[in-house]
């Protein structure tokens, strides 16, 4: 990964999206493509995509979820966990939240994925002590805990994980990219040719979900939903 003039390694997102940094990180690659001993899976959704995820989960189990405003404004999700006890996450950071636990939920189920679930998605989490450390975290995990197999995630908490974060931050932000058409024409070179010279490293997979909306009396309202959805009325 490349390094910064202090001699630590450079996030991929985080202030410094350059494309001599990419560049640098896709050359070596391609330089190191036999040493490599391990996969990447590069799970990606449009963002419209990922809000059907959240509403799969929250149009069922309205019951258990309410909306009020918070201090600043922002739209909130309070979702009740139990026990009288509650979260309240901004609508756009809920919908992610419920997004990421479906690719977890894919990881295990569909590519049998297991052990060790680690991530820096959550490194803008409240920082403790106190109740709020760790708070996506917490809730991603209580989503997990709904069925069996239950995997958990956590924090990176030594610098090996941190290193392994940043590696897949690197990997799945320039599989994004290419798939989205906004890299250089370079990049999506070098890339391709990673992809050529080990086929069994890079699976890059488009996530998404067809959800059929019913209401109260029956009544599919499906398109409905999705046109008031598309126009932000909802």
């Not at 979702?79 to 006890?85: I, K, R, T, Y």
């Not at 479906?102 to 679930?117: E, M, S, T």
């Not at 610098?159 to 990219?177: E, Q, T």
């Amino acid at each position: 990964m490349p390094k910064n003039k202090n001699g630590e390694f450079v996030k991929w997102a985080g202030g410094r999206r350059k494309d001599e940094t990419r560049n640098a990180f896709l050359s070596a690659c391609i330089d190191h493509v036999n040493e490599f001993d391990f996969s990447i899976t590069c799970v990606s959704s449009r963002e419209d995509e990922m809000s059907w995820f959240a509403w799969a989960f929250y149009f069922p189990n309205r019951n258990l979820i309410t909306q009020r405003a918070d201090s600043k404004g922002r739209n909130c999700l309070i979702f009740e966990l139990g026990n009288g006890e509650s979260v309240k996450f901004p609508v756009l950071r809920a919908g992610y939240l419920i997004w990421y636990h479906n690719v977890i939920r894919y990881l295990c189920d569909g590519k049998g994925v297991g052990g060790k679930f680690i991530s820096d998605n959550f490194c803008n989490d409240e920082i403790g002590p106190g109740p709020g450390k760790a708070r996506g975290v917490a809730f991603v995990n209580w989503l997990l805990n709904m069925r069996d197999p239950k995997p958990q995630i956590s924090l990176p908490i030594n610098d090996r994980f941190r290193r392994l974060d940043l590696l897949s931050d690197h990997f799945c932000g320039l599989a994004n990219k290419v798939w989205s058409g906004a890299a250089t024409e370079m990049q999506a070179t070098d890339f391709n040719k990673l992809e050529e010279l080990r086929s069994d490293l890079i699976e890059n997979v488009r996530f998404a979900t067809d959800l059929s909306i019913v209401d109260e009396n029956g009544i599919d309202v499906t398109a409905q939903v999705k046109a008031a959805v598309a126009r932000g009325a909802i």
